[in-house]
Structures are given as structure tokens and as C-alpha cells.
């Protein structure tokens, strides 16, 4: 029996994270049950506030993160996938506190927007403040040659943040607007295409009518690397 | 903190415990990530064919549920929830390995029954060959006053369990238009509603037009079952 399974360290938010389930699933070739991929969701929506904890007005979710990190490890998880882009700011500390390889989000962002044939040059990215503050893709996609186009702060506080917490209360056709709002803002300063760089946003983004312009799904993009993940580890 | 986790034997298949994520999240009453339920989803699509075992095609799924329900317990699950109605074939010997309670998908559908205002009287179930031949549905029903309308052979034959494999295939639009004829067919005999008694069903109901009869659908019946466990489960 293949032994090698996926672990999900989720519940940020938990609908984010039924989603990337879905995408595992439907994103998978299977023809039966047995071929799909073996995965474990450790789905803990009482993790602290991400956001919170990096402005300084909340509890640090690090422990939270490493004790579903560690009950991952005893489910006999190979690899770890995290559909929640702020969690990445914690990463190098959860990487010191397993031996297990954590697919980053970004990367998965990255690979996602050269298959999309995105090349060097301007893209935008949303996000929640803290993801935005920490630089993660800022740093992340300046080494492939893109240059990120962020929202203004005023985009931020009226749309983005707003939007976020409505996928997060359950009210996710009433997120839609503010963030295609948000997203058509980026495209109309040059933006070549938009990364939806906070899984609760392509929910938002998918309750309404396609966008005119690319956008890079941070959900689907982690679970195409988590696909390719365990495919690679597959014996034969 | 509050330590009451649900836990969720998955994988079969693997797209109906992402909507069954799906739904835990969205029926539940929720302003922000940290009023959702912690879940673990053990999601093991390697659990061997159900309907095959049953009918002497396949090895016996038990050994692999009894895994899964002995990680959930390892992840600190308090209740076991299983989104897969021919598993409920295997209830007995799950209660007799476990001290966790296992939420019954065919009681929660009962619940579900009633709560649409169906009373005692003829009702459809549609499910897998083995759901059926176990009568799972005939005696838990029988209890509450329903009469238990099935699909025929040919109806089995040609309609729901392609419809069923159709979804496990992720090929959900396809599954649509034979599903809904046979349910269809139950509620043309006779049936006041139909009870979507196998998993991947209403996810194959849902990819079209919805069926002009009440319809149960057990995903989301199992989901308001978790949630009524959670709820009076939670201090305060």
C-alpha cells in the first residue's frame, strides 16, 4: 500500500480549506476512490488571528501552528500544504520544528503564474495587511522577475480586509464585490494579472462574474504542487 | 480552550468529504475563523470498494476504517463523522473498536426527513448496490413510520451506480442527468422525497437543475448532525 500521505494544515479558514480539498480532488486524473490522493486535514479554525498577532494586537499562533504540525506528522503525513498565505510568515519556524517538507504558497503562486505565461513585469497582488507588511510576495516573486503592484491602503481598509472577513463569516457572495473591485483596481495600474494572494479571496472572487483579466486561484495553485508532490513520491 | 474536536472518516470518496468540509463550515453560525468547529478529515480514498467487499468482489474495508478512526482518536477527535453511507455497513465493528461516538448518517437523514416536514409514508432512497442490499435504509426508516421505496434492478443497473462511479471519476456534470432520473422514478411511484443515500449523490444532483421534489441530501444532513454535536458538546 502507498504510504505516502498529505498533510493540510488548515482551518484558515475552514472554508479556504474545504476548497483546497475539493481542488485536490477535482485537479487529480482518477477514475475510482482508490486514486486519489491519501490526505490528512487537521482543520483548526481556533488558531489565533494571523493579522492580529503581526500587528501586535493578538496572541502569536506559532504554537497553534506546530501542534498541527506535530499531529500531522502523527497521522503519518510526508508533506505538509498550508491554504493560508498569512500562516506563511510563520514558516521558518515551523520548518525548524519538523523534518517534513512544507510546500510554500508562493512558490506554488509562482509556478502558477509562469503556466499561466505570465512573464517579468507588473502583477498585483491581494492579501490580508499582515501577508502584505511581511513582504511574502514581495520578496518571493521579485526573484522571478515580477514586479508587485499592492492595494493602497484605502483599497485595503474599504475592500480587501472587508472582503476577507465576509468569506470568513460565511457571507460569501456579498465578498464578492469589494474584492473584484479591489482586483480590477490592480489590473487598471498595469497589473498583468492579479494573485489572489489569501485563499479566502478566489471564494469571493468565484461567487460572482469571471474577471476580465488573469488571476492566479493561491488555492488551486497549492494543490496542483501538492498533486505533483505526490505524484512524484509515487513508486512508479 | 475548547477541546471538543470532531473528527471526520473520509476519503470516500474524496469529493464528498470536501463538501462535507464544506458544509460543516457553512451551516455553522459563524463571524470569524475562531467560531468554526475544529475538524480532522482522515480523507484514505484507499479504503477498498465498499460495494465490492459487500458483494464478495473485494477485500474487506474494515482493517482501513479501523485505521482511520484510530488516527482520528490519536488526533484527539471526540466524535466520529463518516460521509460515506455503504461504510455504515461496517458501524458495528467501528463501535466495537472505538469508545468515540460515531454520528449515523442514516439517522441523521431521518432527522433531516423530519425536519423537511416528511412524515410517515412512502419515501425514495437512492444508494450503492451494497447500501441497498444491506438495508441499511429499510430498517433505520422503518422505525420512524417511512416506507422505503427503492430504485429497480435496471434503474441500479443503468442509472445510479454509473451516476455514482460518474462522480468518483470527477466527473460530476456528467452524473447529473442519470441520477436525477432516477430519482425521478422513485418520486413518479410514489415517493414524497427522495433521500440521496450515498455521498457522491447530491454532489452529482446539485451539478444541474434542482429536482421539482424534495430531495435529503446526507452530506448536509450528516454536516447539521456534527454541528448539533459540537454545539451541545461546547461549554457554555
Redesign the interface.
Known sequence: ??ERILGVLG?????A???F??Q???L?P????????????????????RTAARQGRGPDPLPALLRGIH?LE???AGAIAIPCNTAHGWIKGMRAATRLPILHIVEAAADALRAAGIGPGPVGVMGTAATLAMGLYQEGLRAGGWEVLLPTEEEMARLVSPGI?LV???RVADSHAPLAEAAGALAARGARAVVLGCTEIPLGIAAGPALPFPVIDTIEALALAAIRWARASSPG
Chains 1, 2 share one sequence.
Open positions: 500500500m502507498e482551518g484558515m479558514g475552514p472554508l480549506s474545504a476548497e480539498m475539493r485536490l480532488t477535482l487529480t482518477a477514475e475510482r476512490d482508490q486514486d486519489h490522493i491519501p490526505a490528512v486535514l487537521w482543520s483548526d479554525p481556533r488558531v489565533p488571528d499531529g502523527a497521522a503519518g472577513a470568513k463569516a460565511n
